[in-house]
């Protein structure tokens, strides 16, 4: 089982931006579903957006447009820059690796397929 460490998160006002960061311990890294979620106390983790091995993407209709996933699999980092935004984003934010699979909707929401997680990293907008 692999280690992933969240960075970036922290507080920000409305309209502002964060790029979270995770740092992956994983033998080849290139291979892996990756995926950001998030989750706010009292309620289920939801997802985020995902990036399969061939560099597909999918958001949650909630972020798409402001939210973009990407990763360097060079480096074996998995990145989510967050624009505009909102209230609504707060959360704690988690990385997550596992598959096979490619970047949809379902697979997003089959949270059992990614098998390695991060501690989380805390996002804080306010109004």
């Known amino acids: 089982q692999g280690q992933l460490v969240e960075s970036g998160g922290g507080s920000v006002q409305a309209g502002g931006s964060l790029r979270l960061s995770c740092a992956a311990s994983?033998?080849?890294?290139?291979?892996?579903?990756l995926g950001w979620f998030r989750q706010v106390p009292g309620k289920e983790r939801e997802g985020v957006a995902l990036?399969?091995?061939?560099?597909?993407?999918v958001y949650a209709d909630s972020v798409k447009g402001r939210f973009t996933i990407s990763r360097d699999n060079a480096n074996k980092f998995l990145y989510l820059q967050m624009n505009s935004l909102g209230p609504e984003d707060t959360a704690m934010y988690y990385c997550?690796?596992?598959?096979?699979?490619?970047?949809?909707?379902?697979?997003?929401?089959?949270?059992?397929?990614?098998?390695?997680w991060g501690q989380g990293t805390q996002v804080t907008v306010s109004s």
């Open positions: 990036i399969d091995t061939d560099g597909s993407t």
């Open positions: 997550a690796a596992g598959g096979p699979g490619r970047a949809t909707i379902p697979t997003m929401s089959n949270q059992r397929l990614f098998r390695d």
């Open positions: 994983l033998y080849s890294f290139r291979y892996y579903l």
